[in-house]
T-cell receptor, first 113, second 109 residues
Framework: DVKVTQSSRYLVKRTGEKVFLECVQDMDHENMFWYRQDPGLGLRLIYFSYDVKMKEKGDIPEGYSVSREKKERFSLILESASTNQTSMYLC????????????FGAGSRLTVL | SQQGEEDPQALSIQEGENATMNCSYKTSINNLQWYRQNSGRGLVHLILIRSNEREKHSGRLRVTLDTSKKSSSLLITASRAADTASYFCATDRDDKIIFGKGTRLHILP
């Protein structure tokens, strides 16, 4: 089975801190995605990547950046965390374009105080 | 912006009944997918239907797609307690996979 592993299940950070959320997949998937999930808003796409060092903005990229230096790893970076970034963050991967069935990680719940 | 919008937002039915959820979307798509999320967990893929398909089955799941109306429906037959979850449709548009807000399904014993 494809496994998508998110490094932290729960994080608590302070306003202004730099936050790294790490995601690793172990099945050589080309595409990787970061979403945030908030009650009543569903999942919203932050960034996605279809290749190493490539990134595309999703619908809500403001306040976030990403890094994909290796195929298996996709990092989400909050340069200066704010309270409105308190959320559940979900990472997902898919084999390649045209077969974009997503495998999700378990999620990282971030609280910014 | 949300591409897909599920309807209803919440649904409660008796065990054994059928559950139907609908999804509407705004722009042209390559395919549409349905996912399930159990409380506090990641999403699990259920079924994918391509834009040139009209209906697809997988076990107790039946999905329809009407591209002229930009809508899809997910039917779960003979519901079970384990079907209690949130269900999301997701549209694939140029590799951007956009989710709706979901339908919360509760199966009553």
């Amino acid at each position: 089975d494809v496994k998508v592993t998110q490094s932290s299940r729960y994080l608590v950070k302070r306003t202004g801190e730099k936050v790294f959320l790490e995601c690793v997949q172990d099945m050589d998937h080309e595409n990787m995605f970061w979403y945030r999930q908030d009650p009543g808003l569903g999942l919203r796409l932050i960034y996605f990547s279809y290749d190493v060092k490539m990134k595309e903005k999703g619908d809500i990229p403001e306040g976030y950046s990403v890094s994909r230096e290796k195929k298996e790893r996709f990092s989400l970076i909050l340069e200066s965390a704010s309270t409105n970034q308190t959320s559940m963050y979900l990472c997902a991967s898919s084999l390649h374009s045209g077969a974009n069935v997503l495998t999700f990680g378990a999620g990282s719940r971030l609280t910014v105080l | 912006s949300q591409q897909g919008e599920e309807d209803p937002q919440a649904l409660s039915i008796q065990e054994g009944e059928n559950a139907t959820m609908n999804c509407s979307y705004k722009t042209s798509i390559n395919n549409l997918q349905w996912y399930r999320q159990n409380s506090g967990r990641g999403l699990v893929h259920l079924i994918l239907i391509r834009s040139n398909e009209r209906e697809k089955h997988s076990g107790r799941l039946r999905v329809t797609l009407d591209t002229s109306k930009k809508s899809s429906s997910l039917l779960i037959t003979a519901s079970r307690a384990a079907d209690t979850a949130s269900y999301f449709c997701a549209t694939d548009r140029d590799d951007k996979i956009i989710f709706g807000k979901g339908t919360r399904l509760h199966i009553l014993p």
